[in-house]
């Protein structure tokens, strides 16, 4: 028996992800053909029109999962840009029909390279409890990360800055 997440699912992750985007004042484009981005976010931002493109992946905890101290996204991501958002929904611990726990946008100077498995993000920890924002990432979740996403340059920790 397979514990990967349904296709559906995946599907529900996109959907919520650029939902709650619109929601907040975000255009949500959708490609033609799926080719990489899952979808291209503008909006008006003070005196310029901000352009992201966004890929998403659903994150879907058993609850055999063993707990740890960093979790997130390890795997292939099928395009890459400068401008680009990775956003990980997070759901609960064996969560089936609810909504996401935690929403991370992650922007592309906080996912890593891994030489054998594509590239890492992993802003959450897995508790007993279910997935929860780590320390040093807690600003890319939920609104804060959101409200992030217009700001002209993103902290990722002491000292690192990302410019738009």
């Not at 997440?5 to 619109?22: I, N, Q, T, V």
């Not at 795997?75 to 759901?91: C, E, I, N, R, W």
Request: proline share 7%.
């Amino acid at each position: 028996m397979s514990t990967a997440a349904p296709k559906s699912r995946d599907y529900f992750a996109e959907m919520y992800a650029a939902g709650l985007l619109a929601d907040h004042g975000w255009n949500v484009y959708f490609p033609r053909r799926d080719k990489g981005f899952d979808f291209i976010i503008t909006k008006s931002t003070r005196d310029q029109v901000t352009v992201r493109p966004v890929q998403v992946k659903g994150l879907y905890p058993t609850e055999q999962k063993k707990s740890r101290n960093a979790y997130g996204y390890i795997g292939k991501l099928s395009q890459t840009h400068p401008d680009m958002v990775l956003a990980l929904v997070f759901f609960d611990r064996g969560a089936v029909g609810n909504a996401p726990k935690h929403v991370a946008l992650m922007p592309w100077s906080a996912i890593r390279t891994q030489q054998s498995r594509g590239f890492a993000c992993r802003p959450a920890q897995l508790t007993p409890e279910g997935p929860k924002p780590r320390r040093d990432f807690a600003r890319f979740f939920d609104l804060s990360g959101i409200q992030l996403l217009e700001a002209d340059s993103l902290q990722l920790s002491e000292g690192t800055t990302v410019q738009k």
